[in-house]
Every structure is written in C-alpha cells, then in structure tokens.
C-alpha cells in the first residue's frame, strides 16, 4: 500500500523535508521575519512603552522624544505603542481566517471530490463565490454588521473557502482513483476514515502553502477594510486605522503613517517568503531543479 495512506506518513515527509525548508534562503528570511513579527505581538505590553487607547489632547502631534519614540497621533496616543499592539490584531485575523479557511474548505472539498454526486452541486455554489471580488464582498459583509474581529474574520473567510475546496477537489479527484485507496475500498474500510487516513494525507502540501497565502491576504485586506472605515472600530490599534488616520498628516508627520506600513508590509513579505519557500520545498517538480 502507498506510503501516504500510513498515518506517520505526514510527520515522516516533514522530517524528512526539514534539512530542506532550513536550508532555503526564502524560508530562513521568511521565517524570520514572520517570527519576529509574532513575538512582538506576544510581547505587546513588554514592549509598548504606554497604554496605546490612552488619549491626551495635550500630547496631540508631539514629535518623536524619549517619552514617545515615534511621536503621538492627532488624538495624543503613542505611535510606537499603537503599531506594537496593532500586530495583535493583524496576527489574529490572519491567522483566524487561514484556519478557518481552511477547516471548512477541506472538510467541502473532501467530500465534493470523492462523492461525484455532491460535486455538480456544491462547485456550482464555489463558483458563485469566486465570481464576487473578495475585496467587495468583505466590505459589503462588514458593512451589514457591527464592526468587530469576528465580523472581519467571517467576512474575509467566506471568500477564502472556494479556494481550499477547490484545490483539495483537484487532489482527491486525482487520488481516489489510486491502488492504495482501492485496496481499502477493498478491505471494507469506511469511507470517512479512507477520507481522513488515506486522502486526507496528501493534502498536507499544498495545503501548506495556500494556507501562508491566504494568512497574507487576509492581513493585507483588513488593512484595507480598516482603512477605508469598514473594518476594525477606530479604538483598536491597527495598522490600517494608523494609517488611515495619519494620511491626513503625511506631508507634516510622516511618520504616523511610516511605522505601521513598514510592520504591514515587513509582515506580509515574511509570510509571502515562507509561503514560497514551502512550495519550492514541498513541490517534488521544483525540489528537483533546484
């Protein structure tokens, strides 16, 4: 029976790549980058130098001092400890949403590739969504309810979810045809562990990878979303509410809108790399020319 079908399989082939993902630049960067970004979110209140809600109309526009290193915002609250705290939250929509993404989108997608008769209905339904720019329905889904997190989350997983189903999809509709998922049909397997043990498995790759994509675009969105206003209340410090904030201010204080670009952006190429990195690793084609 194929390797894949064994439940070690999984761990056996991260072991084995290990040596590989630790020796490639994009995932040593990548990794890096993302590590750094998830400590500084970690250690928020050890790093913010002040409670980053706090108002003070006296302190409004101060330049950078000892007291507040990149200055303070048009309402007095510190710059540096609005873009400290403001990874919180883009560490946790990101996450939130690949996860999410994820677990719904593989459980449809089991089930759409493997059972034919679920197929022409639920792709159908697939398509309809990707046919909407995720962009516009984000927005238009936050717009209908209270801004929160958990508004954010659902609104920019709802998009995400046609993308998992349909790569899962393509694997299992190549793999239920293999000699090893015969041989359990054979041996009287049930069909949910023959989906859990033995397709599931070979889903872990590409997985993977669109995973560190969709965490990406998630925190570049609700930057947007934030904004723009239709994302998170302007009292929770995010970098696409600093941004918003101090664009008014650009040709005055740069650096309102400089601190929390530079983390998004540092962010979102940390993810980006290691995203690459995966798949260069991972995807048997490439490993092999490089």
């Known amino acids: 029976m194929n390797s894949l079908a064994s439940p070690s399989a999984a761990p056996a082939r991260a072991k084995r790549h290990l040596p590989a993902f630790l020796s490639h630049p994009s995932v040593v960067v990548g990794g890096f980058l993302v590590l750094a970004i998830v400590l500084m979110a970690m250690a928020a209140p050890l790093l913010g130098t002040v409670d980053p809600t706090r108002i003070d109309p006296g302190m409004r526009l101060k330049p950078p001092s000892e007291l507040a290193w990149f200055g303070t915002d048009l309402f007095g609250r510190d710059v540096y400890s609005r873009a400290v705290?403001?990874?919180?939250?883009?560490?946790?929509?990101?996450?939130?949403?690949?996860?999410?993404?994820?677990?719904?989108?593989?459980?449809?997608?089991?089930?759409?590739?493997?059972?034919?008769?679920v197929d022409a209905i639920v792709m159908r339904v697939m398509d309809g969504l990707m046919a909407i720019p995720t962009f516009l329905l984000a927005i238009a889904l936050v717009s209908l309810t209270r801004a929160s997190i958990g508004t954010v989350v659902v609104a920019l997983t709802i998009p995400e979810i046609p993308r998992v189903v349909r790569?899962?999809?393509?694997?299992?509709?190549?793999?239920?045809?293999?000699?090893?998922?015969?041989?359990?049909?054979?041996?009287?397997?049930?069909?949910?562990?023959?989906?859990?043990?033995?397709?599931?498995?070979?889903?872990?790759?590409?997985?993977?990878?669109?995973?560190?994509?969709?965490?990406?675009?998630?925190?570049?969105?609700?930057?947007?979303?934030?904004?723009?206003?239709t994302g998170l209340p302007p009292e929770i410090p995010s970098w696409g509410n600093m941004i918003s904030e101090g664009r008014t201010f650009f040709q005055v204080a740069p650096r309102l809108v400089f601190l929390p670009s530079l983390f998004l952006a540092l962010t979102v190429l940390g993810i980006n790399l290691l995203g690459d990195g995966l798949r260069d690793t991972l995807d048997p084609r490439i490993a092999k020319r490089m």
């Open 85 to 117: 705290y403001g990874a919180r939250s883009s560490i946790l929509i990101g996450l939130c949403v690949a996860t999410a993404a994820l677990l719904i989108g593989v459980t449809v997608g089991l089930v759409t590739g493997y059972f034919r008769w």
């Open 167 to 229: 790569l899962v999809r393509s694997v299992v509709l190549t793999v239920r045809e293999e000699p090893f998922v015969e041989a359990a049909i054979s041996v009287g397997t049930s069909t949910p562990k023959i989906l859990v043990r033995h397709i599931l498995p070979t889903t872990y790759a590409p997985l993977m990878v669109l995973g560190t994509y969709i965490c990406a675009s998630a925190i570049l969105i609700e930057a947007g979303l934030s904004f723009l206003g």
